[in-house]
């Protein structure tokens, strides 16, 4: 016996869709005139939400209103022009539509059958990425949830290519992002065999001293499986040195994996295929378009050099699935990862893509590049402010530093700064740890963002300094 109380009319339906998209124009319209940021003490929230769920339902607008008005502003805004923190995202509208109608649409991109349409346009965009990031004919992959999802795939590639031996190793920077060393436990690497090598003076992944690390374990006995390599990492921007870490692996016959996560799609740009050479040579790679290519959460893709590579250990024997193998050749992506049921991830990128042209892309990534460049200028021009590393793709980290105070008392200072820029809620910007030093730092991925707004960010941090020493200097006397 079926029941339509869980169903709205057609007018309902178009009422209800038609305010949410009056309150996400209205709040795209307003953005920049608010705080990147906005948040309230658990206490609180839990007095207001924590409740059982209403026997009887409400008004549906009521309840859109009330999302829209109470619960999703206490968030980070990452999508703000003047949100420098962390890896910030901007997506486009069409990007948005397009996760909405995928939704609507229930479609479940795990095998040809249930979703042929998906499933050739996931096939046509990772192919897209492929030929960006120069890898050869035969290399494919999937869209994930994100790079910590991909990095598990990979992993798991890498295991499998050399037979799943006792005793593997996976090696890396120590700037690599921790969830790689946390990929590399999922899929079976003891921790004390995750070897997170020193940098370089540059922060770069040493080839010498991991060649060095890499002849001591094999004469342990042990197996070196990977070596994780950084196409932008998230402290500084650095990229590793790519293509030498291609002879080396190709040489030793160890998996090259490159986390690209923030950094890949700098690639569509003559000038980040430049910083990036050499990455279409790894064995995999994993990119977050929801990073540097304007598309919303759950946009991560994996591509491996050989596909293979993945659907070997993750192609599913089919009993109750059996009848989704439909015609010879259909590619099935839930043969490729983890995920059986899973969204039409690639739908969103395909859309912006086809709305807005590549060109418009090229820019928006070319944009954040020259924002850098030009707060490393500001940076080095400012007698208050010191440049920690220069700009590399689209991150500045930097201090406030006028001399004449001791590392410690330089931390303190920094620290404030950084809780001053958050409360006075004009931008938002995050701090790492550079050889112990404590550093701001600008990521500047937001296709809105203008250089005023970086400007004015600077100016901010500046002039919070100089209030700072103004009145330490009262009291010390």
Not at 19 to 48: H, K, N
Not at 127 to 136: A, S
Not at 252 to 278: K, M, N, P, S
Not at 404 to 421: Q, Y
Request: glycine content about 8%.
């Amino acid at each position: 016996m079926g029941t339509a109380e869980l169903q709205m009319s057609p007018e309902e339906m178009r009422a209800c869709a038609r305010r949410v998209v009056e309150l996400l124009v209205e709040r795209t319209e307003t953005l920049g005139d608010g705080p990147p940021w906005d948040g309230e003490f658990q206490q609180g929230l839990a007095e207001q939400f924590h409740k059982m769920p209403p026997e009887e339902g409400r008004e549906a607008t009521e309840v859109i209103e009330q999302v829209a008005r109470e619960i999703l502003p206490l968030a980070a805004r990452l999508d703000h022009p003047r949100f420098f923190g962390f890896v910030p995202v901007s997506p486009t509208w069409p990007s948005v539509l397009a996760d909405f109608m995928a939704a609507a649409w229930t479609v479940n991109q795990c095998t040809w059958l249930t979703a042929s349409g998906p499933s050739q346009i996931e096939l046509t965009v990772i192919d897209w990425i492929r030929q960006w990031l120069g890898c050869p004919d035969g290399a494919g992959g999937l869209f994930v949830s994100g790079a910590s999802e991909a990095a598990v795939h990979a992993l798991v590639a890498a295991r499998e290519a050399v037979g799943a031996p006792a005793g593997p190793v996976v090696y890396m920077s120590d700037q690599t992002h921790g969830s790689i060393a946390r990929a590399a436990t999922t899929v079976g690497v003891r921790p004390e065999h995750v070897r997170s090598l020193p940098s370089d003076s540059e922060y770069r992944l040493d080839v010498e001293l991991l060649a060095r690390r890499v002849a001591a374990d094999r004469a342990a006995g042990l197996v070196p499986i990977a070596v994780c390599a950084n196409a932008g990492t998230a402290s500084t921007g650095t990229v590793d040195p790519l293509a030498e870490l291609a002879d080396y692996c190709a040489a030793e016959g160890i998996w090259l994996h490159v986390d690209a996560a923030y950094g890949g799609f700098a690639v569509v740009t003559e000038t980040g295929r430049r910083q990036l050479g050499g990455i279409g040579r790894a064995d995999s790679v994993s990119l977050d378009a929801h990073k540097w290519f304007f598309q919303p959460y759950e946009a991560g893709c994996l591509i491996v050099k050989d596909v293979r590579t993945l659907e070997r250990p993750f192609t599913l024997r089919h009993d109750v699935i059996q009848d989704t193998i439909w015609g010879s050749n259909h590619p099935n992506v839930a043969d490729r990862g983890l995920q059986l049921s899973r969204a039409a991830r690639s739908l969103k990128l395909w859309m912006s893509v086809q709305t807005f042209g590549m060109a418009a892309f090229r820019r928006a990534v070319l944009s954040g590049l020259e924002l850098a460049r030009r707060a490393e200028e500001q940076i080095q021009s400012d007698p208050i402010l010191e440049l920690l590393h220069p700009a590399s793709l689209s991150i500045v980290c930097f201090r406030v530093n006028p001399g004449g105070l001791d590392e410690d008392t330089l931390k303190t200072l920094n620290a404030h700064v950084l809780a001053k820029v958050f409360w006075d809620g004009h931008s938002f910007i995050s701090s790492t740890t550079l050889r112990q030093t404590f550093a701001l730092r600008l990521c500047i991925v937001n296709r809105a963002t203008t250089s005023a707004d970086v400007r004015e960010t600077l100016d901010r941090v500046a002039q919070i300094g100089r209030d700072w020493v103004q009145n330490y200097g009262r009291a010390t006397k």
